[in-house]
């Protein structure tokens, strides 16, 4: 299997250092990035509730069809969890698969695993260049499209965090449903529409609806009152087309 992209994502973790402050640490040419598609740049800010989210990032075309990964959390891309060992106190990666974590972006990439759910799996990971080590505090994403973007685009951002039950989404309200219990409050959904001829321009991203608690399907619910912690895993995010 040939390697698609040498590498197209970096993480820089802010940690309430400002932009202007921060050592530059990538360089396309250092890399091997592909000089053919855009470059994007995401800023995340953390929210007072953010506590080790699970992320996806993607691309949509201006009426909402899917068109590649930007980024991913390497546990949901690669389909292995590190989890603890009780009995000896250690990290131990497993295999694992979280249908309900990132719902809406497993079935709008539409990938079916051996598994016959929509998530990445060991057999079936997300291409290397787009996954990364989920971040622990605010970030700027720097990425590279695989194509050039022309025109009007969206991206797309959801976000999942486990043990953020509220009034709504208790922990016994679907007891027979274990997936639920993986995601309490279901994964938000955020989009943002962006023009490659205003290259200027800052967009920032809004909450568009919430996807189905247990992952059964990849509708989105653009009910979003009985969301309210969740809401504030994300302080401010905003994008800038290079």
């Known amino acids: 299997m040939k390697t698609k992209i040498i590498l197209a994502v ?63 959390s390497e546990t949901i891309g690669k389909g292995i969890f590190k989890r603890a060992n009780r009995k000896t106190g250690q990290w131990l990666a497993g295999e694992i698969q979280r249908p309900a974590a990132l719902p809406y972006w497993g079935h709008q990439r539409g990938i079916v695993n051996e598994f016959g759910n929509y998530l990445p799996s060991p057999k079936q990971p997300e291409v290397d260049a787009y996954t990364g080590a989920t971040p622990l505090a605010s970030f700027i994403l720097h990425t590279k499209t695989e194509k050039p973007l022309k025109g009007k685009y969206k991206i797309m951002l959801e976000l999942n965090q486990t043990w953020d039950w509220n009034e709504f989404w208790t922990n016994d309200m679907y007891p027979n449903e274990k997936e639920y219990r993986t995601s309490c409050q279901p994964a938000l959904v955020y989009s943002a529409d962006i023009d490659t001829t205003n290259p200027s321009a800052e967009y920032v991203m809004k909450p568009i609806g919430h996807s189905h608690y247990s992952g059964a399907d990849g509708r989105l619910n653009p009910d979003l009152s009985t969301i309210t912690t969740a809401l504030q895993i994300a302080k401010k995010i905003s994008i800038k087309i290079h």
């Open 10 to 72: 970096l993480l820089v973790i802010t940690t309430g250092i400002s932009a202007k402050n921060k050592k530059t640490l990538y360089s396309e040419e250092n890399y091997g990035v592909n000089k053919v598609g855009t470059s994007v740049t995401i800023q995340f800010e953390q929210g007072k509730e953010h506590n080790h989210p699970l992320f996806a990032i993607w691309l949509d075309d201006e009426n909402g069809n899917y068109i590649q990964t930007l980024y991913v």
